[in-house]
T-cell receptor
Framework: SQELEQSPQSLIVQEGKNLTINCTSSKTLYGLYWYKQKYGEGLIFLMMLQKGGEEKSHEKITAKLDEKKQQSSLHITASQPSHAGIYLCGADKAAGNKLTFGGGTRVLVKP | SQTIHQWPATLVQPVGSPLSLECTVEGTSNPNLYWYRQAAGRGLQLLFYSVGIGQISSEVPQNLSASRPQDRQFILSSKKLLLSDSGFYLC?????????FGSGTRLTVV
């Protein structure tokens, strides 16, 4: 089965600083998904990457997928307290087929 | 529009009691359905997925079972809960355009 490794497991950043979360797969991915979750709540979809070398941005969040489609990063610029939460990367083997997740990264933004 | 309903939102159950969590989907047909569990502060572990009525695949050995009696209904069950069954349970559905998650059920086994 496909395994996703996320790093770091947790992250504390000062408000206004940048942060990066990494997600690495042991196998070539079909689709790579990034979600955000506040504790005890459902998932908020952030972005989906499918093409090698693809990069997407939304507000202050940028996600990239490497050319080999085995590694993705999520970068937040000038972090704010609203960026706090658990960030999850997920990947599937085919379109809409069996999404599995990494271990998550807990982000805390200190004001 | 396409929606997913999951209930209850929270549940406290004693050890050894049965469990039934229900998930229903509206606005789509023949979706893939999933049950995930999240331990405190951790990632989501895929427990079961289903590609059709009566078709259930189990991803990890456990004390739980799943059933899909109707196309848009997915049920997570246990005959006797263990303390280790505590966690946050999420239901999801997918088709080729992506995945939609329910709001989750927080289960505490005491």
């Amino acid at each position: 089965s496909q395994e996703l490794e996320q790093s770091p497991q947790s992250l504390i950043v000062q408000e206004g600083k940048n942060l990066t979360i990494n997600c690495t797969s042991s196998k070539t991915l079909y689709g790579l998904y990034w979600y955000k979750q506040k504790y005890g709540e459902g998932l908020i979809f952030l972005m989906m990457l499918q093409k090698g070398g693809e990069e997407k941005s939304h507000e202050k969040i940028t996600a990239k997928l490497d050319e080999k489609k085995q590694q993705s990063s999520l970068h937040i610029t000038a972090s704010q307290p609203s960026h706090a939460g658990i960030y999850l990367c997920g990947a599937d083997k085919a379109a809409g087929n069996k999404l599995t997740f990494g271990g998550g990264t807990r982000v805390l933004v200190k004001p | 529009s396409q929606t997913i309903h999951q209930w209850p939102a929270t549940l406290v159950q004693p050890v050894g009691s049965p469990l039934s969590l229900e998930c229903t989907v509206e606005g789509t047909s023949n979706p893939n359905l999933y049950w995930y569990r999240q331990a405190a502060g951790r990632g989501l572990q895929l427990l079961f997925y289903s590609v059709g009525i009566g078709q259930i695949s189990s991803e990890v050995p456990q004390n739980l079972s799943a059933s899909r009696p109707q196309d848009r209904q997915f049920i997570l069950s246990s005959k006797k809960l263990l303390l280790s069954d505590s966690g946050f349970y999420l239901c999801a559905w997918s088709q080729i355009h992506g995945y939609t998650f329910g709001s989750g059920t927080r289960l505490t086994v005491v």
